[in-house]
């Protein structure tokens, strides 16, 4: 049997942690399973490697900033392999390139395109264990690439797609996927399963347990998985495609995305190619834009309208940069961004079949004192955008509403 194991950043935080996961590693392999491991940089390093590059430079080459994240990863593979022979077990770690990890050439955020795992069969048949750095990669020419925050789960998956693994474990801090973030929601109930598409939603969503894009690729190539602790022996959270029996729970979980922000452009002339010239721009930029709201037209003379949008925390400073470039050309009277925003999220397969869910969180919000900023909604989502201040009281009101 072949499994995939991946350890995120808080289970190699220290040498501790590192031996204990080398343990856990042994014990699979002495049941004579081939293992596979993908690793994250330790705890808070990757943050901290960015940290550094922005006491240089406010917005530093994306290129170069891959060569600094990627030492992240490649140090925790050194560091377990080291483990592993302390335990006389054979190991062999492999960078993303090494391992076979081609990538295309957007830096920071690059897409996996494809996968030769040739040296890690090689390996895996010489009896070693194979440790591969996950969230890296590298294009054809040989540059090394990332893959966006959080990239070592899509590492994992994608390699177990390619190695046809039986089985992918996702290792964490928390015992699997839970109703809320437990540490903010003191009574969330831990899920024993959960669709592709809820797990899409509350990780996109800043549910925080996995990246999006790793839950995407699982969806696409049918890869179950399952999402467990590192540091005790529960049976975790199982990941997998939409089963009839799961549509009778309306509400699996509630997330909170701190990481968004928002901006507004006040006064914008309404009239046909404006929105078109606004996002195709931010979209160039490689910036994601999450929630889009414009309102009517308002004032007399030229009709104007207001529009707001979101977009990841990190690319703020880029968009509010393409925005500024467009003030003159397409003539908006003021922009406003801000960063203090939370997206709270309901979210349920069960919603395509019950009515009166958007009715119930409003009321619920209403009666807790929180304004809503922004709605958005989905066949299996409500989101609405709220003051960060106000964001984690929210998600608990609305947690006890519909799941307490
Ligand atoms: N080290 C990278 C990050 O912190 C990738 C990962 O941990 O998955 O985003
Ligand atoms: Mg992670």
Redesign the pocket.
């Given at each position: 049997m072949l499994i995939v194991q991946?350890y995120?950043?808080t289970s190699v935080g220290s040498t501790e942690r590192i031996k204990n996961v080398a343990a856990r590693i042994a014990k699979q392999r002495a049941n004579g399973e081939q293992v596979v491991v993908v690793v994250?940089?330790m705890n808070g390093?990757?943050?901290n490697l960015i940290k550094l590059a922005k006491e240089i430079m406010p917005l530093p080459n994306d290129r170069e900033m891959d060569v600094l994240?990627a030492t992240?990863?490649q140090t925790t593979i050194a560091l377990t392999a080291i483990a592993l022979h302390a335990l006389d077990v054979p190991a062999v770690s492999l960078t993303g390139a090494q391992a076979g990890i081609v990538t295309d050439g957007v830096h920071t955020k690059a897409k996996i395109q494809n996968i030769t795992p040739r040296k890690i069969h090689e390996l895996l048949d010489g009896g070693n264990v194979v440790i591969v750095a996950?969230?890296q990669g590298q294009t054809l020419e040989g540059q090394i690439t990332?893959?966006?925050?959080?990239?070592?789960?899509?590492?994992a998956i994608a390699l177990a797609a390619a190695l046809k693994a039986e089985l992918c474990q996702i290792f964490t801090d928390v015992d699997g996927v839970y109703t809320a973030d437990p540490r903010i929601v003191p009574g969330a109930k831990k899920l024993e399963e959960i669709s592709y598409d809820e797990m899409l939603e509350l990780a996109s969503l800043g549910a925080k347990v996995m990246?999006s894009r790793s839950v995407e690729f699982a969806k696409k190539f049918g890869v179950v998985f399952e999402v467990r602790s590192s540091l005790n022996d529960n049976p975790g959270t199982i990941v997998k495609e939409e089963a009839k029996s799961m549509e009778d729970i309306v509400v699996r979980g509630v997330s909170l995305d701190k990481n968004q922000a928002k901006i507004t452009l006040v006064g914008v002339p309404d009239k046909p190619g404006v929105a078109a010239r606004i996002f195709k721009a931010i979209g160039d930029a490689n910036v994601n834009v999450d929630m889009i709201v414009q309102n009517i037209s308002h004032g007399a003379g030229a009709p104007a309208t207001d529009l707001s949008f979101t977009v990841d925390k990190p690319d703020l400073l880029k968009a509010r940069k393409v925005i500024d470039h467009l003030t003159q050309e397409i003539g908006f009277r003021e922009v406003i961004a801000t960063d203090d925003i939370g997206k709270l999220s309901l979210v349920g397969v069960g919603m395509k079949s019950h009515t009166g869910v958007a009715g119930k969180m409003f009321e619920t919000l209403a009666r807790a004192g929180v304004n809503i900023e922004m709605i958005s909604t989905s066949e299996i989502k409500i989101s609405v955008v709220i003051d960060l201040a106000q964001g984690e009281q929210a998600m608990k009101a609305v947690h006890e509403a519909f799941l307490g």
């Open positions: 991946k995120g950043g994250s940089a390093v990757t943050d994240l992240g990863e996950g969230f990332t893959l966006g925050r959080g990239g070592s789960d899509l590492t990246q």
